[in-house]
């Protein structure tokens, strides 16, 4: 693997942009409910060489100012206030009024982290406006369920919102797809209302799962009717069934949306081993996911999000990686700083669990059909 690989007949060269920097990475392996998952993920990038292969950007955090073209000035505010207090009884009303307390707690360095996985976004988003590049790389980011005045799921500041709105300083339509095994709620709260970005997300959907949204049903509203696309899955989803539903409802999508630049949230809790123990995907349908978009040949900026298995999630990342970078790589996990967390079989690729794939063909079927022949898409 690594830097002396042969490139046969592969796509052509793409630029790719990943942003890094060791200030970046130790502020990010702070975001708390996945511990030292910045350094893990690019600890692996970096022992396949993967780095020679891309330019590499140090990003600077998101500015108060930057972060309330999409939040309010109140939530933030109080974001900020909160994280600086270590009474344990700070979450007064106001907190919970922006999601502030058990779910999302602002403890001590919540706000740092955040604002530099938005700055690594803004980052990213800039050098693909800038045309310094065709694909932009933050595996830090994708929080996507924060909203503007409040936290929600572990998201606090709204990376990919931010991240969407700079690229519409340049391009008129912007898609944003969405992988991670929960709802993009929060984005597509952001955009649901302008026929100017479409959000698609894939994700589970059963009574009482996190966040409880996506419902085909979901289409926008307004001037944004037709222009929300959610796919709900059922427990179990494996790859096959995954790319099958991605690749037909994303066929339609270029075809009626013909989207200017992508931005697609990568997020690996669906993968077989996840502590979230949904879906049972391999990084194989989630990195032909991203090779598809690839296809299009537009402007592509890829995030993280979800992904709790962390060995797991920097596997997926960095079949991505290779994947956009045009590289093949050994599956032989070369030796590295972490290397003893990917035994015993020290294996770049993982294998599906044992758990059924409950959505049945019928199901499969009927989602696409329902969003391909949807009058009100995209009119
Ligand atoms: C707040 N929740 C979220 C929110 C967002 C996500 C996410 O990854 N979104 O992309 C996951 C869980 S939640 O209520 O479903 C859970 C909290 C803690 C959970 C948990 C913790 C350990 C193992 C399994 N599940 S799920
Ligand atoms: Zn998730």
């Known amino acids: 693997g690594g830097s002396n690989t042969i490139r046969k007949g592969l796509l052509p060269e793409k630029k790719v942009v990943y942003v890094c920097s060791a200030d970046f990475l130790s502020e990010c392996d702070r975001i708390a409910k996945v511990p030292f998952r910045a350094s893990i993920t690019h600890a692996v990038i970096e022992a396949y060489g993967l780095l020679s292969r891309m330019s590499v950007v140090p990003p600077k955090p998101a500015t108060f100012e930057e972060i309330c073209h999409f939040h309010s000035t109140d939530y933030i505010e109080c974001l900020q206030r909160l994280c600086q207090d270590d009474d344990p009884d700070k979450y007064d009303e106001e907190a919970e009024e922006f999601g502030l307390g058990y779910d999302c707690p602002a403890d001590e360095g919540v706000y740092d982290s955040a604002s530099w996985a938005a700055g690594g976004t ?86 009482g799962f996190f966040p409880g949204t996506g419902n085909l049903s979901d289409t926008g509203i307004g001037k944004g009717a037709g222009y929300t696309v959610n796919v709900p899955l059922n427990e179990g989803c494996q790859d096959e069934n995954f790319y099958r539903v991605f690749e037909k409802v994303m066929d339609i999508v270029k075809i009626k949306f013909d989207p200017e630049a992508v931005v697609c949230q990568c997020g690996a809790d669906g993968l077989a081993g996840d502590p979230m123990d949904s879906f049972n995907l391999t990084t194989l349908s989630l990195a032909k996911c991203v090779q598809y978009l690839l296809t299009w040949n537009i402007p592509l900026l890829l995030l993280g999000g979800g992904g709790y298995h962390i060995p797991n999630t920097a596997r997926c990342w960095t079949h991505i990686t290779s994947v956009v970078t045009g590289t093949k790589l050994s599956s032989d996990i070369p030796e590295h700083r972490y290397f003893t967390l990917y035994g015993p079989d020290y294996d770049l690729m993982i294998s599906p669990g044992n758990r059924a794939d409950t959505n049945t063909p019928s199901h499969i079927k009927n989602v696409i059909a329902q969003i391909s022949d949807r009058p009100d898409l995209f009119v």
């Open 122 to 207: 803004l980052t990213a988003a800039e050098q693909l406006v800038s045309g310094q590049c065709s694909v932009a790389i933050n595996w830090a980011g994708g929080w996507h369920h924060a909203k503007r005045d409040s936290a929600a799921g572990f998201c606090y500041i709204n990376d990919i919102v931010l991240g969407i709105l700079k690229l519409r300083t340049k391009y008129d339509r912007v898609l944003y797809v969405d992988i991670d095994l929960h709802h993009g709620d929060g984005v597509e709260d952001a955009f649901c209302a302008t026929s100017k970005v479409m959000t698609v997300s894939f994700h589970k959907y059963s009574p």
